[in-house]
């Protein structure tokens, strides 16, 4: 909260209690429980058809699945948000759940978008260079990736967990989850909240978001080239990149609106708006915006698993009850996106590399 002030071990509050509408405690605990039914659901069932049906045998079924994992471990926190938007921002769960939960929150936004940028990067070397890629785009180096983005994610999230705590406000006599500081503290404290702000600007949306526009648009023009090589590809190029175009915008919406209030919740630290109004407008807009970033987590497993005819007959397959099928009969999920490219790289190479190959058998 950015207009409290250290008060005898309590707060009070500078510009009364801004972001504090009615409509706010009604219909947003609304739509964290409609976030959390639908997460949890299309992402358990994604882990669930990911392992049972098409395996991890290929780098886009693990990144996907570690996707799902990342969305999973972050929807059991909604009903703990939900609730305490329910109570006014009243916080009835601890310390513990208090630095927990906003650590997993952050968490959860860099693994997203690390793996989100992760698979752009390999969607755009499965396709480009279907041949030239096969020996980096392997299922152990796919795992380290993993594993690095869990750590890195984790260690970014280290700070925002340590300085959250419970806070008692005197104004409404309630105890809140936010961040509590001394007259000592407070320069120090807003520093690292700018730096921390800036950090899940740059690193956690505009870096990943330039990396995603370039490998699609580098996608986009090698569809287009090989569509006018080969002409029975139409079709197919024309699903792959509505596919693609789809999951740029759906990132982009999601999580500008929430990067937008963030950069204007920093000029507050920094005390370039100080307007009692403004910050009202901020707080009040900003759970609406989180509300718009966590929905991100619902539509992952509907942008990059159910478009998929693979993966739609096997959650298929996972609902009846029915039991795996042969790993033959189920190709991964990277199939289907870059059979386009192997057709278009072999029509490329017989038309140019065949005159060079000559020589080098006499």
């Known amino acids: 909260m950015n207009n409290l002030s250290d008060v005898s071990g309590s707060i009070l509050l500078r510009c009364s209690m ?27 069932m994604v882990v669930a058809v990911i392992h049972y049906y098409l395996k991890l045998k290929t780098v886009a079924n693990i990144f ?8 999973l471990t972050f929807l059991v926190t909604l009903p703990i948000w939900a609730t305490s938007t329910a109570t006014r921002y009243s916080w009835p769960f ?5 630095k927990a939960t906003a650590g997993l929150s952050l968490f959860n936004l860099y693994t997203s978008i690390f793996f989100l940028t992760a698979l752009s990067i390999d969607r755009y070397l499965a396709i480009v260079y279907p041949v030239q890629s096969r020996q980096c785009r392997t299922v152990a180096y796919a795992r380290m990736i993993c594993v690095l983005i869990w750590t890195i994610a984790f260690l970014l999230s280290i700070p925002t967990t340590l300085i959250r705590d419970t806070i008692h406000i005197k104004n409404t006599n309630t105890t ?9 503290q407070t320069n120090r404290v807003q520093h690292m909240l700018v730096a921390l ?3 899940k600007s740059i690193v956690g949306f505009l870096v990943p978001l330039i990396i995603i526009l370039t490998c699609y648009c580098l996608i986009g023009r090698a ?7 080969q002409r029975s590809t139409r079709s197919h190029g024309d699903e792959v990149l509505n596919m693609l175009a789809s999951a740029v915008l759906c990132f982009f919406f999601c999580w500008a609106p929430h990067q937008i209030f963030s950069f204007m919740d920093m000029l507050l630290m920094l005390k ?18 989180i509300c718009i970033a966590f929905f991100n987590s619902c539509m ?28 033959a009969s189920h190709p991964s999920l990277s199939t289907k996106m870059s059979s386009l490219s192997y057709r278009a790289s072999e029509t490329v190479h017989l038309t140019v590399g065949k005159t060079a190959s000559l020589p080098r058998t006499t």
Do not use: E, Q, W
């Open 18 to 44: 801004t972001g504090h509408h009615d409509f706010i405690f009604t219909y947003i605990p609304v739509v964290y429980s409609f976030n959390f039914v639908i997460g949890i659901v299309g992402n358990s």
């Open 64 to 71: 996907v699945l570690n996707l799902a994992v990342s969305d």
């Open 94 to 98: 601890g310390s513990f759940l208090c």
């Open 176 to 184: 809140v989850c936010g961040l509590l500081t001394n007259d000592s």
């Open 197 to 199: 702000s800036l950090m």
């Open 223 to 229: 569809l287009l080239s090989a569509r006018g090589i």
């Open 272 to 289: 370039v708006i100080n307007d009692c109004h403004i910050m009202d407008v901020i707080d009040t807009a900003m759970p609406f915006t």
């Open 300 to 327: 992952n497993p509907i942008l990059y698993s159910f478009v998929g005819k693979n993966f739609r007959r096997g959650l298929l397959r996972l609902l009846r009850c029915l039991g795996p099928t042969p790993a």
